[in-house]
């Protein structure tokens, strides 16, 4: 059984850091992309950044420059750290990888339970 297990947010105040953590487990063959998304109340569920097993990054514009994704294929994880906070940031945070479980040939999309961030003046 695969799974993703999410550490780390909490609440802090506007210009304070977080870093978010993800690890998986289970049957794994091997992991490609990972990513963070994030859903504010009331909003859909959109990408905040993404990591190739490349390392190749991207990430929404509203991030750039204050939050960095980082991955260590070694150990299956991911982390999200988040600088210079701004209000507009609280939502939960999901991880999502796509992974190849021992049992397939395949990728298939994984979601970590969401960890709440919530960012106050």
């Known amino acids: 059984q695969v799974q993703l297990v999410e550490s780390g947010g909490g609440s802090v105040q506007a210009g304070g850091s977080l870093r978010l953590s993800c690890a998986a487990s289970g049957s794994i063959r091997s992991i490609n992309a990972m990513a963070w998304y994030r859903q504010a109340p009331g909003k859909q569920r959109v990408l905040v950044a993404r990591i190739s097993r490349g390392g190749s990054t991207n990430y929404a514009d509203s991030v750039k420059g204050r939050f960095t994704i980082s991955r260590d294929n070694a150990k299956n994880t991911q982390s999200l750290q988040m600088n210079s906070l701004k209000p507009e940031d609280t939502a939960v945070y999901y991880c999502?990888?796509?992974?190849?479980?021992?049992?397939?040939?395949?990728?298939?999309?994984?979601w970590g339970q969401g960890t709440q961030v919530t960012v106050s003046l």
């Open positions: 999502y990888a796509e992974i190849v479980a021992l049992t397939r040939y395949f990728g298939d999309d994984f």
